[in-house]
């Protein structure tokens, strides 16, 4: 089980640092233009309904889509192919201004250089690793110090699995509505069930362990 888990870990951590099949589709939040299509926004706080319809004109008939993973970021212009790199100013270079009107690789790139956050997942799964390595058949003090680790690596997953969801659904939510209707914006499922996946099997392993150790200590009785 603990193995499954780092291995959810390092695949989480992984989306997006590539262009390889799967990766793209493991981000934490996406972003892009409707390709031509303009969403009137209207309601008793638009102030200024206009806005569609000048964003909409400026934005023109764009469809790029920019995914944010936790090491890179990867766009696509048109359907197919992506491209994947952890440093935003090369991928900026092959955009043309009408590809990317009002700069949401610009947005992409603030997001992912303050708010995600990968070092609490890096250290959960270092963690991970030496939970394993103490359960295999050694002192029982060793035992009672993997209940420990273990307990530590599944909060800082909590944390950090919490803290990358509120902030994503946070941001998907202010971008749609500055975007008045001409971007769309998502938060990356995958990403998400993966994350709270692997906290509950490390909640799971807690637990495990920590009988483990309790039965063991009744033998030793
Ligand atoms: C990112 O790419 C740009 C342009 O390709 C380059 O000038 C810059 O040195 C790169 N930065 C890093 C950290 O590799």
Redesign the pocket.
């Known amino acids: 089980m603990t193995t499954l888990k780092v291995e959810f870990l390092t695949l989480l951590l992984a989306g997006c640092s590539s262009s390889f099949s799967v990766m793209p589709s493991i981000y934490l939040l996406n972003i892009g233009y409707n390709g031509g299509t303009v969403y009137q926004v209207n309601g008793d706080t638009v102030v200024n309904p206009q806005a569609s319809v000048t964003l909409g004109n400026m934005v023109g008939r764009t469809a790029l889509e920019v995914r944010i993973g936790y090491f890179s970021l990867c766009l696509r212009s048109s359907p197919g192919g992506w491209l994947c790199s952890q440093?935003a100013?090369?991928l900026a270079?092959n955009l043309y201004p009408y590809e990317d009107p009002i700069n949401l690789l610009n947005v992409a790139q603030n997001f992912h250089e303050n708010i995600v956050f990968p070092y609490l997942l890096i250290i959960a799964a270092v963690l991970s690793f030496i939970v394993f390595v103490l359960i295999l058949p050694y002192p029982p003090l060793l035992k009672t110090v993997a209940v420990g680790v273990c307990f530590l690596s599944t909060i800082l997953v909590l944390i950090s699995v919490l803290w990358q969801h509120i902030a994503s659904v946070a941001a998907a939510n202010v971008a749609i509505n500055l975007g008045n209707g001409t971007v769309f914006t998502g938060v990356g499922i995958t990403a998400m069930i993966l994350g709270w996946f692997t906290f509950g099997l490390l909640t799971l392993t807690v637990v495990g362990v920590y009988f483990f150790v309790a039965i063991n200590a009744l033998h030793a009785v």
């Open positions: 440093n100013t090369s270079e």
